[in-house]
Each structure stands twice: as structure tokens, then as C-alpha cells.
């Protein structure tokens, strides 16, 4: 490779002496044919520079055109907007004119019908006069009054059509007006559109000719650049005859001494590629094939262990796949949960009671050093409960590691190459109830803790030769649906034997009637609650989902009190 870099940089050098040292291979006879052949180039870059500028006069030409098009398109759309705008107004007026006598005559139409009812109206009012039995005693009087305003009523009918008729002719005049204006303006817009379209159409067929004229200067200035890289070999051949004969450009004779330092450059280049023929000709195919082996195989081994760390799932509980309830304590919501910086005053055995064998790790201060302890229980086939502690620590576990090495009550011990610490019961005291203490790491930041047996069976799990918790399981799903950041999450696949495990939080009825029940709670003020709740069909969810809307005082309170778990209802 840098040989290569070396010859490319070498042939560079050359074609610069070459390009620049022109005049001077004049003086050699040997050098006639490469400046034969140049002189025939630059005639051709001539003619191509000469047809470029051609081109780029043609397109100012253009531009020009197009530049003056739209100007007379201007000015010509400008005219025609000065004969619409007049024209645009008297239709306006037109059309309030036409409005205004519309309006007329629709009054004269309402006055002429409303004659038309009174007159019905006063006809009606004879009739019942008359036909009434007995006769009124004023009875030729107020025939007298009706008749009189009866009589009145022709002449002003006839006054009321003959104005409707005048409205009908103003209205008719208005129309036409308004048509004739109509007719005026259309044919403005015609002639701006056709104005219009007659510019748009000579501005396209110019814009056409400068796009044709544009790609021929591109193609006529890519064969110039064609034409120069075809001098480039001429250019390398004089720049080799005049580093070989010393003679160097007077303007750029600085050109002549890099072609040198090229070329020196090159030949070390080669010099140390046949001394490595030379050496690699000595070895011994043998042992050659056995370093090419050796290579190979890290190789495949280090693609396997890549392999195995990707498909390893990340931030997996390694439980038990018979866990039946799993509890996950977030040390740090804890720390800064207002009602836990209460408790070592106020219940000093309910934190310790809730962290189990996790408060009883040498060096480990659970409040600085742990993110999260994680509490499994299960039921194995004689009915005994098992409880699995898992914590998952900050930083790298090397202190805790060397702290319980260094304790002389801690004995070691190996399972399948993973180191586990056992103390004995008689070094301490016992860790909840458990005969004896174990300690094992099981992950980069994860510790199991407890009694030794189940310490035993975790590490099992997480070496694979006994069956985990799957992550993709019903069980781990509900448990990741909870909310992580939550101070405290509890999952049970067998809500009624919760009561038996921990002290009763939720009712009987309640845990009698889910098939898996998940509790996430966050300590900050104020508290909150989220309560997961899984039944064996969807008519059963719909009432359990009433009963809880309807009636939370029963359901949603602590057993044998009257204490509430909520403030509002759910």
C-alpha cells in the first residue's frame, strides 16, 4: 500500500515536471512524438474552448430574451388590469343597482299581496256581519264603513301594479346592464389569459434553448477535461527524460528536486519489498500454516463469545421457573422517599423485614451501593416455601468481592467454576430464619443471597442446568407491565396464598377472585398505586371492574379494618 502511494505521488510529481518543463524538451529529439501529440491537443482544447464561449454567448443571448419577455409580459398584463379595473367597478355598481331594484320590487310585490288579503279580509268581515242572526241594530252602518274601504281599495291596487310594473322594467335594465358589463370584463380575462399563455409558451420554448445550450457547454467542458487528461501521459514521459537528464523548469525549479525526493522514495519502497520476498521465501510452510491455524481460531472463538454475549438477554431476572411471587424493591426511591426516611424511627423492624438476607451482605450499604433487590418465592413439591434474593448492585461488585473473601467466617466453594461464600451457622446469626448464610455472584453487577441451598439453586439457574423464569413468560411480562421506577413491585401468580407469605394488604375477597394479581406502589408525596389485576374470563373483569368503580370501600381497604387504600376512588 505504500508503494503504491509512493508510485502515485512519483507519477504526480513527474506530470507537474512534464506540465511545467514543456519548452524545455524542445532541446531533446527524443521527446519530438510527445510534443507532436501535445501540440495536437492543445489545438483540440482550442476548438473546445472556442465552441464553449460560443455557447455562453448564446446563453446571455438567451437570458437576455427571456429577461426582456418578461418585461413586455409585464407591462402587457399591467395594461390589461388598467382596462379591467374600470370594468370591474361598474359591474359592481351594476350589481348593487340590480340588487336595489329587486329589493323594490320584491315591496311592491309584498304591498300588492297584502291589498290583496286585506280586501279578503274586509269581504269576510261582510259576510259574517251578515250572516249574522239577529241582525246587529248597526248593522247598515258598519256594512256602510266596510264597503267604503272596500271601494278604496281598487285605485291603490292599481297604483301598486303600475309601480310593480316600473320596478319589473328597472330590474330588466339593470340586468342587462350588468350582462353587457359581464360581457365586457370576460372578454379582458380572455385577452389576459391568452396574453398570458402566448408569453408563458415563448418563455418555455427560451427556457428550452437555455437548457439545450447548458448541457452542450457541460458535454463540450467535460471533453475539454477528456482532452487534458489525455496530455497527462505526454506530460508524464518529457517529466521523466528531464528528471532522468536533470533539467529543471526556470520558473519551477523546485519541481525538479521533489520528482527526485519521489522517486528516491519509491525505489527504498521497492528495495524493502524484496528483502520481505526474500525473508518470506525462508519460512517454513509449516510453520506458517500453523500461525495461519492459531489465527483462525481466536478468530471463530472470539466471534462465538461476541455471539454468546449479544444474544444474552439484558437485565434478566435469573429466577426459579417455579416462582410463584416475586417482590423488586427500587433502593433508590426508597432513599429518596420522604415516608422510608421515617421508618428507622417510626417501625425500625418493617425496612429490614422488607430487604430480607440483602441488609446481612458484608460492605454492602444497600442505600449507596444497590440499584434494586429483587425477592422470588416459590413452593417446592412438599409444600415448603423457598425464597430467592437477588441484588442488583451500582458499581462493579470487586469491594463487596474482596470484602467477603477477607472475612475469615465465610468459606468458599466452587459450583460449576462460579465461586460461592457459605457461612456457617455457628459464625453468625441466622439470616431469616435460614440455617446458615451464602453469597454468590451470578452476573457483572448481581449478587445472590440467602440460605445456601437456594443460593445453590440460583447459580444452577443462571449456569443454565436447571430451568429459569422465561423473560418472554406470562409472569416476567406482567411483572416488566408494573412500572420500573416504582419504589416497591409485587407480582403473584397465587394471589390468595399472599396472605400467608406477607401480612394481608389487599382483602380476601379480592385475592380470591384474580388468577394473578401485581401491586407497583411509589413512595413520593403523594403516594401512589398501581394495582395489576388478571382473571379467568372477560365477563368476570367486567364485574370485578364495577365492583371496584361502585363499591371500592369493600374491595380496595385493609383486611380486618376500616382503613382505606385510596383517596379517590379508581
Request: with cysteine; hydrophobic share 40%; aromatic share 4%.
Amino acid at each position: 500500500m505504500a508503494l503504491r502511494h509512493e508510485k502515485r505521488l512519483l507519477q504526480k510529481s513527474e506530470i507537474n515536471l512534464g506540465r511545467e518543463g514543456t519548452a524545455q524538451a524542445a532541446n531533446f529529439p527524443e521527446l519530438r512524438d510527445e510534443i507532436v501529440a501535445l501540440k495536437k491537443l492543445e489545438q483540440e482544447q482550442k476548438e473546445v474552448s472556442l465552441r464553449i464561449a460560443r455557447i455562453e454567448e448564446g446563453i446571455k443571448k438567451v437570458e437576455a430574451e427571456r429577461r426582456q419577455n418578461a418585461r413586455e409580459q409585464a407591462e402587457a398584463i399591467a395594461r390589461l388590469e388598467a382596462e379591467k379595473k374600470p370594468l370591474l367597478q361598474q359591474r359592481s355598481q351594476a350589481k348593487n343597482n340590480v340588487d336595489v331594484c329587486e329589493r323594490e320590487l320584491a315591496a311592491v310585490e309584498r304591498r300588492i299581496q297584502e291589498s290583496e288579503a286585506a280586501d279578503r279580509d274586509l269581504l269576510k268581515q261582510l259576510s259574517d256581519l251578515h250572516a249574522l242572526n239577529p241582525a246587529p241594530a248597526d248593522l247598515e252602518a258598519r256594512s256602510a264603513s266596510i264597503t267604503a274601504r272596500r271601494a278604496r281599495l281598487p285605485e291603490k291596487r292599481a297604483e301598486l301594479v303600475r309601480a310593480r310594473l316600473g320596478s319589473a322594467d328597472a330590474v330588466r335594465l339593470a340586468k342587462e346592464k350588468l350582462s353587457a358589463v359581464e360581457a365586457e370584463l370576460s372578454a379582458v380575462e380572455k385577452n389576459m389569459a391568452r396574453t398570458r399563455s402566448e408569453f408563458e409558451a415563448r418563455d418555455r420554448k427560451l427556457n428550452d434553448n437555455v437548457r439545450t445550450q447548458q448541457e452542450a457547454a457541460r458535454d463540450a467542458r467535460t471533453h475539454h477535461q477528456t482532452v487534458e487528461e489525455r496530455k497527462n501521459p505526454a506530460y508524464l514521459s518529457i517529466g521523466r527524460h528531464l528528471a532522468e537528464k536533470g533539467v529543471a523548469p526556470p520558473n519551477a525549479p523546485q519541481l525538479l528536486a521533489q520528482a527526485h525526493r519521489r522517486r528516491e522514495a519509491v525505489d527504498q519502497h521497492l528495495q524493502h519489498r524484496a528483502e520481505l520476498s526474500t525473508l518470506s521465501s525462508q519460512i517454513d510452510k509449516q510453520e506458517l500454516r500453523k500461525f495461519y491455524f492459531s489465527v483462525f481460531s481466536v478468530l471463530v472463538l472470539l466471534a462465538l463469545t461476541l455471539l454468546v454475549v449479544f444474544q444474552s438477554p439484558r437485565g434478566r431476572e435469573w429466577l426459579p421457573q417455579e416462582t410463584d411471587t416475586i417482590v423488586s424493591i427500587n433502593a433508590d426511591q426508597f432513599e429518596r422517599a420522604n415516608l422510608a426516611k421515617r421508618w428507622p424511627n417510626d417501625q425500625p423492624k418493617l425496612l429490614p423485614g422488607l430487604l430480607g438476607a440483602a441488609a446481612s451482605v458484608p460492605a454492602l450499604k444497600l442505600s449507596r451501593d444497590a440499584v434494586r433487590i429483587t425477592r422470588a418465592l416459590t413452593t417446592n413439591e412438599t409444600g415448603e416455601t423457598q425464597e430467592f434474593n437477588l441484588i442488583e448492585a451500582r458499581h462493579s461488585l470487586s469491594k463487596i468481592i474482596r470484602a467477603i473473601s477477607d472475612d475469615k467466617s465465610f468459606q468458599k466453594r466452587f459450583i460449576s467454576g462460579l465461586q460461592v461464600w457459605e457461612r456457617q451457622t455457628g459464625s453468625a446469626p441466622a439470616t431469616a430464619g435460614q440455617p446458615g448464610f451464602a453469597v454468590a455472584r451470578v452476573g457483572p453487577a448481581t449478587l445472590a443471597v440467602g440460605a445456601p441451598a437456594e443460593v445453590d439453586e440460583l447459580v444452577l439457574v443462571r449456569l443454565g442446568m436447571k430451568p429459569d423464569l422465561k423473560i418472554t413468560g406470562q409472569l416476567f411480562d406482567r411483572f416488566q407491565a408494573l412500572d420500573r421506577d416504582s419504589a416497591l413491585r409485587i407480582i403473584s401468580r397465587d394471589p390468595p396464598d399472599l396472605s400467608r407469605v406477607f401480612h394481608p394488604i389487599f382483602t380476601s375477597e379480592l385475592l380470591n377472585a384474580s388468577q394473578l394479581l401485581g401491586l407497583a406502589v411509589n413512595l413520593q408525596t403523594p403516594v401512589k398505586a398501581r394495582v395489576l389485576i388478571k382473571v379467568n374470563s372477560t365477563q368476570n373483569a367486567a364485574d370485578l371492574a364495577r365492583n371496584l368503580h361502585d363499591n371500592p370501600q369493600q374491595w380496595l381497604r385493609l383486611p380486618d379494618s376500616q382503613l382505606l387504600l385510596y383517596s379517590q376512588p379508581p
